[in-house]
């Protein structure tokens, strides 16, 4: 369940927020606000202008006919006028913050330094609700302006009442309980919609299984397809149940004050047409104003409940988000090496993923010398791709740190970190650009350099896979795409290496299964090639050594033989540790699963 107790405050989120929305556009800003106020006023005039004419027709005074009329005419057209301005300037205006907000959340949620906010519930479901929120976002500056013009109409009204008798201003006061509910209301229901989240999440998750097509040849080999539809409405009731019963509970009392504002209402018309004896225009106007007030009120609390369940939750999402993001980066003050002298050391780490008390890496202490390629082997869930993660500063130890040169890695700043590290990973991602582009996001820098991308390919054993496409580097990846084209699993992985070798110098090289869809032969023989290289600090040997570690994450022990230096993980802890032929002669766990897999290949 996510608690939003932890969120900033409402009022210096939405602040925060339209600070973002002036700085993206400070003159349509204004201009949208000055005309939303001035669009109110001939609107709340036109009681005035009632009262007006019916003294001067009834009192037969021609002049003060021929204002109201006036009066009446131009605050129609006014109206008019400035609601179209009004309209055609805030549409200019949210085409512009629209596309700030939702670049801004999507450059937070990819420069927080941690993976964190990705993978624990509650987080999730926060970011999901933002994600949902953003495109909306900028409703939030509109119904803010629309707001103060409300309240604007309602000061209008309430003056020229109190111009009847001091005793009129009552009726605001009766108003309250309306505007009360009308806060309170979405509150309520957002929060009954906050503690259902992970159950509309998972709503969704089953409804993209059934319906998008990378599940759906398990989805009809299986016949889980009546399963699915079942389970997800049975997760949209979990969330939409107390959703309803919240919605419900929350409209009696809303209806209960708008009664009473009603009643009030009514007995203010007794009060002028039966003890005060007042005008006709007098009781016209209590009629249009009062009228107009009930109007006005429900457009204020609208507007007032809209910003209270939507924007307000909404700003309040991007507000913590902008804050969790600042955070991740804090006490960042360490250089990263040009070189690795020292090299790379974990002192006693230990780490728990969030959520939860269970150790994946306990008490971890290794040292990982420059020059050298590294192999960590284990079984699953041994915590081997959790280390890497750990490398590539993805999360922060539970425990212990880790040292690079002799400096705390938490203190460097983690962008400056990434750009020394270089990786490919089994779970990588399928980006679906132009080869050259899937390729050379690898090194951002040279994104348009095809002689670096080219070299990439080669250096992966990619080569086989660009020359089979028509347009070679040029063509589309996605058969979603017009020209596009989809690769099988293993074409896609030889990408996805080629782009881990994008950079050519790195200090930390992390290749955590990336070949899992390759041949043991093959794979052998990459790495082999690979490996004699990188020793040399370069992946051309001609060029001097820089210090550079490689990390090497395989199953395959034909492959990870060939490291310098062999890490052995069993149940979260560091058993083992040496060379190949070190770790064989002692006869422990890493020689138990040398055997195993050599006896599966004779």
Known sequence: MSSTDDLPPALPAMWRALKRGYEAAPLLLSVAFGLALAAALPDALLALWFKLLADGVLGGRRGLVVTAAVGLGVSAAATWFLRVISDRTQRRFRDQVTIVLESHVAWLQASVATIEHHERPAYLDRLAMLRNQVFVLDHMYMSLFTTCGWILRLGVTVALLVSIHPALALLAAFALPTVLTSTWRPGVERAAEERGASANRLARHLFDVATTAPPGKEVRVTRIGARLVAQRRAAWERWY???????????????????????????????????????????????????RLSAYIGGTVGEIGFLRGIWLEGSRRLAWLEDYAASQSRGADLPVPAHLGEGIRFEHVSFAYPGTDRLVLDDVTLRLTPGSVVAIVGENGAGKTTLVKLLCRLYQPTQGRILVDGGELARMPPDTWRSRLSGAFQDFFRFEFRVRHAVGVGDLPRLDDRPAVAAAVDRAGAADVVTQLGAGLETQLG??????????????????????????RPLLLVLDEPTAALDAETEHALFERYAAAARGGHLHAARPPDGRITILVSHRFSTVRMADFIVVLHGSRVVESGSHEALMAQGGHYAELYRIQAAAYR
């Open 479 to 504: 058969a979603t795409w017009p020209e596009g084209v989809e690769l099988s699993f293993g074409q896609w992985q030889k990408l996805a290496l080629a782009r881990g070798f994008m950079r050519e």
């Open 241 to 291: 149940g107390p959703v309803a019963r919240a919605r419900r509970r929350s409209a009696v009392w809303h209806t209960l004050a708008w009664a009473i504002f009603g009643a009030a209402y009514v007995g203010a018309v007794v009060f002028v047409a039966s003890v005060l004896a007042a005008t006709p225009g007098d009781v016209l106007l209590v009629l249009a104003a009062g009228s």
